[in-house]
């Protein structure tokens, strides 16, 4: 017997994120996911479900559906997320 892939789509669900842009990003985005820069401006460490991520400048961090923070990559981020206008 042979498995075949079954095509998925993903569920529409609203998550909150913020773009490191700027090392002044850092401080902030580490407060707000109970992380850390003090390493480096450069870099947000972020305790994640998977253990500690990093999150580097341009990097979205996002906080999922059940609370949990993890960094996202640009590219990834515009392909699978879009801005919720109220």
Same mark, same amino acid.
């Given at each position: 017997? *042979?498995?075949?892939?079954?095509?998925?789509?993903?569920?529409?669900?609203?998550?909150? %994120?913020?773009? &490191?842009? *700027?090392?002044?990003?850092?401080?902030?985005?580490?407060?707000? %996911?109970?992380? =850390?820069? +003090? #390493? =480096?401006?450069? +870099?947000?460490?972020?305790?994640?479900?998977?253990?500690?991520?990093?999150? =580097?400048?341009?990097?979205?961090?996002?906080?999922?559906v059940q609370g949990e923070f993890y960094p996202c990559?640009?590219?990834? &981020? #515009? %392909?699978?997320?879009?801005?919720?206008? #109220?």
């Amino acid at each position: 017997m *042979t498995t075949t892939p079954t095509t998925y789509r993903k569920k529409p669900v609203e998550i909150q %994120a913020m773009h &490191f842009e *700027t090392v002044l990003d850092g401080a902030l985005i580490a407060e707000w %996911a109970g992380g =850390s820069n +003090e #390493a =480096s401006p450069h +870099e947000v460490q972020i305790k994640t479900l998977e253990g500690t991520m990093t999150a =580097s400048l341009g990097d979205y961090v996002i906080r999922g559906v059940q609370g949990e923070f993890y960094p996202c990559k640009p590219d990834i &981020f #515009a %392909a699978t997320y879009e801005e919720v206008t #109220a």
